[in-house]
């Protein structure tokens, strides 16, 4: 590395750096220039093309605008639908929020849709009642038509600009600078220059979003590849729950684009090869509006009895047409689009092929509900929720993190609203933090020496004989489809493991053809195939020990949930090149309510 020394890398000095520049990652950056603290946005794309952009279907809250409710009923739906593995103290938090929070971003700008009586319109979405139990269905996902992603981030995006927020857009974040008094700032990569930037900061927040790229087929976007996750990892910390991806079930067949659950919310309905509405025998109370989980695993269930659709037998088909065109077109306008672009097919005449998808990372790094980033202690001792241990001025939020409100599976409309409870939650507690913390740390002189080591090995490397990384990320790809998706088993999942390990090896091997500074993209997605393959790698070993079926993991060989021996968090880390696990308790009891005891899951 001698072309290289400490002042050929450009120092910035801020109080803090948020890593991501999606509706979470903004929402914490307006809490913290608001309060006038000194923020740096890093995102790897310009903030308005992270991934909440894409989102449709809307974000939950009790406002009770079109049927009653109240946010204890949706912290009982977000328990069960967690199939209680989520933390209670979290949901409990995140519930009573919600409803001041929406009411915040209307008057932020948000462009809500509205009802007839000028209140912010709410759509029914899976897995909602309104009591205990089965009782009726609750309207709790507040829209802007099916775009309120977009309606956030770009509110946020404004928001911040007029506070005052650094952007550092398209860099890359390459490793965490960390020593004995935790997280001291961050190394980066500015894409479009060429260069290293170092980021030194009093407190430093991954809001790098989900890893839905592990898969083959997902919703997510290109850059959805859980790099805060693997900046952990790489930290010698763990990541919890990786096991816990959401297969959503509406994906567009063989292209992956989502067809947000808006669409049966609206009242569109699934059929079988048959013409069958068969979601009615899966869940004869909810039907099609039965959590995610149960409506993936009827989907593979159906093509696994012969009666899926289309010549290959492998989808199920969502019809919409019988709403009308009227109501199509300004409620789900977004989803006639894509229905008509990656299906070719106009959903106001014919139904939409559809299969499931990956789509949401329920795991990620480990958090309290302040956002502080959370470990346990040594292996074994880590059980006893008291021995957790918070990483000093280390923070997680949005999808990057596991805070864990979604548990084993999350109900649609959660996540937004996760992103802007926790972004805000988190902001607070930094800013008390920072009441503590005046100065910034002297670093050690070698700190910036990992990050560039991770550049400067792609661009150095002239052997010709090497694997190009986008064959070996479809290999990872293929593996993670074909043994880790909606049903998994021993013998295949044990299959997928010794498949991964040897995509790992290629990868050390591997070599970029495209050697340029300047905005290389093939730089950055090796970059990024780095990452995906150590979470591929703990989402695999979780998936293959945890022997029960639960949420988003469904098991054939194990088709019960075990609470006696499985209610518990899986922490993944990567220590020596080898994965180990490590476990600790969900946390039961509540803020100030009562717990909501495990039951079976019925819908
Ligand atoms: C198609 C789709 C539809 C959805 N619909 C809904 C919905 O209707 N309701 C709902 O509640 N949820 C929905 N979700 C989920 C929800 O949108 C996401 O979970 C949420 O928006 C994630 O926000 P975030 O701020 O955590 O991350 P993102 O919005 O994903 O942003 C991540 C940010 O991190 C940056 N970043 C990542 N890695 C690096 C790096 N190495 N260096 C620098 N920057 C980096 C990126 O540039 C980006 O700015 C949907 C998701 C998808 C994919």
Request: glycine share 10%; charged share 25%; proline share 3%.
């Amino acid at each position: 590395m001698s072309y290289l020394s400490n002042d050929q890398i450009e120092h910035h000095f801020h109080d803090v750096v948020i890593i991501g520049a999606g509706g979470g990652g903004l929402r914490c950056a307006l809490q913290l220039a608001d309060a006038n603290h000194r923020v740096a946005v890093v995102s790897k794309v310009l903030p308005t093309r992270s991934h909440t952009v894409a989102a449709q279907g809307g974000m939950n809250a009790a406002l009770g605008n079109v049927n009653s409710d109240h946010w204890h009923w949706h912290m009982y739906d977000t328990v069960k639908g967690s199939d209680y593995l989520g933390d209670q103290d979290a949901i409990e938090y995140m519930c009573r929020a919600a409803p001041r929070l929406v009411r915040e971003l209307e008057h932020q700008g948000v462009p809500f849709s509205r009802l007839e009586d000028g209140t912010i319109y709410q759509r029914p979405f899976g897995g909602q009642s309104r009591e205990f139990g089965e009782g009726g269905q609750a309207s709790r996902t507040c829209a802007a038509a099916d775009r309120t992603g977009h309606a956030i981030l770009h509110t946020m995006y404004q928001q911040n600009l007029r506070t005052g927020t650094h952007f550092y857009d398209e860099f890359f974040a390459l490793d965490l600078i960390m020593d004995k008094d935790g997280c001291q700032g961050v190394m980066a990569w500015d894409i479009a220059e060429g260069r290293y930037h170092l980021f030194q900061a009093k407190a430093v927040i991954l809001a790098t979003g989900g890893a839905g790229r592990v898969f083959q087929m997902t919703t997510n976007a290109h850059i959805c590849t859980g790099d805060g996750g693997a900046l952990v990892l790489d930290a010698s910390l763990p990541v919890e729950d990786m096991e816990f991806f959401q297969f959503h079930p509406t994906g567009i067949a063989d292209v992956g684009p989502l067809i947000s659950e808006a669409v049966r919310g609206e009242g569109g309905y699934l059929l079988n090869a048959e013409g069958e509405r068969f979601m009615e025998r899966y869940a004869p109370t909810a039907k099609d509006l039965a959590s995610r989980d149960v409506v993936s695993r009827a989907i593979a269930l159906e093509v696994k009895a012969g009666r899926g659709c289309g010549p290959n037998k492998d989808h199920a088909l969502l019809k919409v047409d019988h709403l009308g065109k009227d109501v199509i077109m300004e409620r789900l306008p977004n989803i006639h689009e894509l229905a008509l672009r990656f299906a070719d097919v106009d959903c106001t005449k014919e139904p939409i092929p559809v299969m499931p998808t990956a789509h949401y990372t329920m795991g990620g790094v480990p958090t309290n509900r302040f956002g502080e980033v959370v470990y346990a202690g040594e292996k074994g001792k880590g059980m006893a929720g008291e021995k957790e241990k918070v990483m000093p001025s280390l923070y997680a939020i949005g999808e990057a993190a596991c805070t864990s409100v979604h548990g084993a599976n999350r109900l649609g409309g959660n996540s937004l609203l996760e992103i802007i409870v926790f972004g805000r939650a988190c902001g607070d507690q930094v800013i008390k933090h920072l009441e503590d913390k005046n100065y910034h740390a002297k670093l050690d002189p070698d700190c910036w020496k990992d990050g560039v080591e991770r550049v400067e090995r792609w661009l150095s490397d002239d052997s010709n004989e090497s694997i190009r990384i986008s064959k070996i990320r479809d290999e990872m790809q293929k593996v993670m489809q074909d043994h880790f998706s909606v049903y998994r088993t021993e013998e295949v999942m044990a299959e997928g493991v010794v498949l991964l390990e040897k995509t790992l090896e290629s990868l050390s091997s591997g070599s970029i053809e495209d050697k340029n500074r300047i905005f290389n993209t093939e730089l950055v997605e090796a970059l990024e195939l780095e990452n995906l393959m150590a979470l591929a790698r703990v989402t695999a070993s979780g998936a293959l020990a945890r022997s029960e079926s639960r949420g988003a993991h469904a098991r054939d060989d194990y088709p019960e949930r075990d609470d006696e021996q499985w209610m518990k968090h899986t922490l993944a880390s990567i220590k020596d090149g080898k994965v180990e696990l490590d476990y600790k308790p969900v946390r039961t009891i509540p803020m100030s309510v009562e717990s909501f005891p495990p039951k079976k899951r019925v819908y």
